[in-house]
DNA sequence: TATGATTCCATTTTT
DNA sequence: TGGAATCATA
């Protein structure tokens, strides 16, 4: 009757059936990651019997989160539904309304994003009268945000010097503020649970006495306080399983800790060890690249990926005379990938900061390719849909500040910037919130009359609308947008962009409608939950279009097609000019690398230039030491080269672009490159795995190479590397 | 209050 | 260079 996990390897199957105790895994790129944290809970559930709403699996994506969840309903159908499979935030957002009472929260808290943290903490600066530009709030909230990912409150900031000693002030005046409005901004979800866990053992105590099990995944890039939650949660039962892979630590400026994984066997000195090296993604090519780039790191635990797939084609690299020649290389590349075999859909791009998208999308929009860009600006971060967010949660806590004030003039209703402002003034002199000095000024005989009136009109608004919220999200936002004229303004402005604004709007009270259809319990704090901590990944469609993303964004994900932009000094590994090299930086740029390049099952493309346009002027650049870490062999070099010597570097002369007399083309060819599409000239005959053998006919010189050959059911077009001499 | 002018900023951004 | 945010002015 037991559940037998299926199709695992030796090293998955162990941490699968690992029995008790502390277990780290450590999951190189592509070696089944998820699939053994799921068998494991699995065989937990199964097994050993362990009732499903006693283990904790906890992800850092709602994607994750939700793969997990999707596949753990396949293997053990029925049970998935009570396990508690989260992110860290919406975990112990839950945690933190179930304790809510104990810990001295409103159960229905708002969860601030970083720009509804950003203005409250600009109207702390000016209520405290601060210069914002020595203290840019954004600089302050980086400050408040790693003190929370300390665990340090404003007592235990550490503060030796005025400034810090002024940011501590900051600090303790915007948790009163946070308080007041009954909001909690993205580090307190883990944050005050951890703090409540070290002021009330009972507090602690229950939260513990829920679970038996507790899973992590991505554990590299888990923070001070995750580490402190999860240890709290473990220290009694101990069954603690962490996976994750040190070379995948890429948020190290977010506050991620290699060290709690590369550190857990000191702190728990009976951690059982796997290491799951084997990658079920990747051709050898590509393996072989990526390892010899992070191999390079010093501080790292010592793995190798190997693979039992097939060598594959080389990877390519591709040398670009600018940032335009890159574009207009790498979509021709693309092009051709998808004429001979592949869809948009298997196609990557990536680079390492959004701004490098722009030359690409201009390529792809001129060669009509559909492309989709992931990042940027999220949807629920667009200005019209937090407005009605903001409308919902006033309506939802009047005194939750930041929301009331974004929306007291929107649309404008004649309450002027000194009207805000003295309100503003006076709700900080009798520490009120805004709604409470609001509603003070409507019976102020001082005021004048017409900005009486018009504070009155917008106090009944809200209080016509606070008795209509029972009707539900969808209903109330329908009111909302009708009785404020929202949408009759935006129909009137009658533009593209207002158009598109009203699809947003319209988007979101969709999504409220699927919500109350599918939740449980629709609620509007859960439904304001849920749209705060989503984010945009998950909204992607299912059009037919080629990705284009960072390398961060591309983390966890993988296409049979990568191409890797940029690969030059300064920009990849991205270096601040003037700054001096930070080796531990320089690791982590490295292991941004060795993520970029695990992306690719089939075949990667890396492309540099050699003068790039940045801001006003062009500025030659050096191609990426990463590019020289993988051994001159691995690489097959093609591409523009009709510069001669750049910078230093060695031209590229022993790669000509040479036609011989008789015009026959030949497929470029680099030094030390003894890769077997070298050398595939016209007439030979090849051998393909799919088509078998055949006579090349046309061979077309470009990224990648391709050639026609006759095979014997037809003639087709192939990329040369696919190909060998027959 | 709305608009144009000016200034500032530019790495990555799981929640 | 380009965009967003803030400022100045009618």
């Known amino acids: ?200 053992p009972t507090v602690r105590d229950a939260v513990r006495a829920r679970f038996d099990q507790v899973l992590v995944d991505e554990f590299q890039d888990v923070n001070h306080v995750q580490f402190a939650f999860v240890e709290a949660l473990c220290e009694q039962h101990r069954n603690l399983c962490v996976v994750g892979d040190d070379d995948q630590s890429i948020y190290r400026w977010r506050g991620a800790d290699r060290r709690n994984i590369l550190e857990f066997r000191s702190h728990f000195p009976d951690a059982s060890v796997v290491k799951l090296e084997q990658n079920y993604r990747s051709t050898q090519r590509i393996l072989r690249a990526a390892n010899a780039v992070v191999a390079r790191n010093l501080e790292r635990e010592p793995k190798r990926l190997w693979t039992e797939n097939e ?50 999308e201009e390529q792809l929009r001129r060669v009509n390719m559909p492309y989709r860009v992931i990042g940027g600006l999220r949807f629920y971060d667009r200005a019209e849909v937090k407005d009605l967010l903001a409308y919902l949660r006033a309506v939802h806590n009047p005194d939750e500040d930041v929301s009331l004030m974004r929306i007291i003039n929107k649309p404008a209703r004649g309450i002027g910037k000194t009207t805000v402002e003295r309100l503003v003034d006076s709700a900080a002199g009798a520490k009120t919130s805004v709604h409470a000095a609001l509603l003070a000024a409507c019976d102020d005989d001082s005021q004048p009359a017409t900005t009486r009136k018009k504070l009155q009109n917008f106090a009944q608004l809200l209080q016509r609308l606070r008795e209509r919220a029972a009707v539900g999200p969808s209903a109330l936002s329908r009111d909302v947008l009708d009785s404020t004229g929202y949408l009759a303004e935006l129909r009137e402005a009658d533009s593209v962009e207002a158009d598109s604004r009203i699809e947003n709007i319209l988007e979101v009270v969709a999504s409220m409608e699927q919500y109350e259809a599918e939740a449980s319990e629709p609620s509007l704090t859960e439904f304001l939950e849920l749209v705060t901590l989503e984010t945009d990944a998950d909204r992607a469609v299912a059009d037919d279009a080629i990705t284009l993303m960072t390398v961060h964004a591309a983390k966890g994900l993988e296409f049979p097609v990568v191409f890797v932009a940029g690969l030059e000094e300064e920009t990849f590994p991205h270096q601040r000019s003037g700054e001096e090299e930070d080796p531990e930086e320089l690791e982590e740029e490295r292991r941004l690398c060795y993520v970029a390049f695990t992306r690719a099952r089939e075949r990667l493309f890396l492309s540099h230039a050699h003068v790039r346009r940045v801001y006003n002027d062009v500025k030659i ?33 022993t790669r000509p672009e040479v036609r011989p007399a008789n015009g026959t083309a030949y497929v470029d060819r680099s030094e030390a490159n003894d890769t077997l599409e070298a050398g595939i000239q016209l007439g030979m005959r090849v051998r393909h795995s799919k088509f078998g053998v055949g006579q090349v006919t046309a061979v077309a010189d470009g990224v990648p190479p391709r050639v026609t050959v006759v095979f014997p059911d037809g003639s087709r077009s192939i990329i040369s590397s696919y190909l060998t001499p027959a």
């Open 311 to 360: 060598d594959g084609a080389a990877v390519t690299a591709i040398a670009c005379d600018d940032d335009r020649d890159e574009a207009s290389t790498v979509v021709q590349a693309m092009r051709m990938l998808i004429e001979a075999s592949y869809t948009k859909n298997d196609i990557a791009l990536l680079y390492r900061k959004h701004s490098q998208s722009r030359v690409f």
């Open 621 to 653: 650049r050096r191609r990426s030491r990463f590019l020289d870490e993988v051994p001159k062999g691995e690489l097959h070099w093609v591409g523009a080269n009709r510069r001669g010597v750049h910078d230093g570097q060695p031209a590229r002369s």
């Open 1 to 200: 009757m037991s559940w037998v996990p299926q199709g695992l390897n030796r090293e998955q199957l162990s941490a699968v059936e690992h029995a008790a105790g502390p277990l780290v895994v450590f999951a190189g790129a592509g070696s089944g990651k998820t699939r053994v944290i799921t068998h494991r809970v699995a065989h937990l559930v199964e097994s050993r019997a362990v009732p499903p709403w006693r283990i904790l699996a906890v992800t850092f994506t709602n994607k994750a989160a939700r793969e997990m969840r999707e596949r753990l309903e396949k293997l053990v159908p029925g049970q998935a539904r009570s396990l508690w499979v989260g992110t860290f935030h919406a975990v112990c957002a839950r945690l933190l309304r179930a304790h809510a009472d104990q810990i001295g929260l409103r159960k229905d808290f708002v969860i601030y994003d970083d720009a509804d943290q950003k203005s409250m903490l600009t109207r702390v600066l000016r209520g405290m009268e601060l210069d914002e530009r020595m203290f840019a709030p954004k600089q302050v909230a980086f400050l408040i945000n790693a003190a929370k990912q300390e665990g340090r409150s404003p007592d235990e900031f550490e503060a030796r010097d005025p400034f810090s000693r002024t940011v501590r002030e900051i600090y303790a005046v915007y948790e009163e503020r946070m308080a007041a409005s009954s909001a909690l901004d993205f580090g307190d979800l883990i944050y005050r649970l951890v703090y409540a866990f070290r002021k009330d």
